[in-house]
């Protein structure tokens, strides 16, 4: 596997994290759930997106670093930079760079489930 491709397919990764994880946070601050059952729910989607990520790494036969990695910058670079660029269809991605503590519990939720994920071996 050359290494242009497993670049271009973790960029490619944590930008699909990115839009993910934004709609998520979105979706659960829509649907009016209290704080408590709303943290509660961004924690079992979070965990639910980093077993997506480790499946789609290792369908993909990317290395096994690679999930973590496209988890973390989906998280925390790619809104930066997104966030950056001006006009509508980036406003998502606007506003406060850092993570809240509700962002970062949720990022150590999908990178622990994407590492649990991706040590299950798989059946040969």
């Known amino acids: 596997m050359s290494p242009a491709r497993t670049i271009f397919l973790t960029a490619l990764l944590a930008v699909a994290v990115a839009v993910l994880e934004r709609g998520l946070i979105r979706l659960v601050e829509a649907s009016g759930a209290a704080q408590e059952p709303g943290v509660i729910l961004v924690l079992l989607l979070s965990a639910f997106l980093g077993l997506l990520t480790a499946v789609l790494t290792r369908s993909m036969r990317l290395p096994g670093a690679i999930a973590p990695t496209a988890l973390v910058l989906g998280w925390i670079l ?47």
């Open 78 to 124: 790619v809104p930066a930079v997104l966030g950056a660029f001006p006009g509508q269809a980036l406003t998502a991605f606007k506003g406060n760079v850092g993570l809240d503590a509700r962002e970062a519990t949720a990022l150590v939720v999908a990178v622990i489930a994407a590492a649990v994920t991706l040590g299950v071996q798989s059946e040969r």
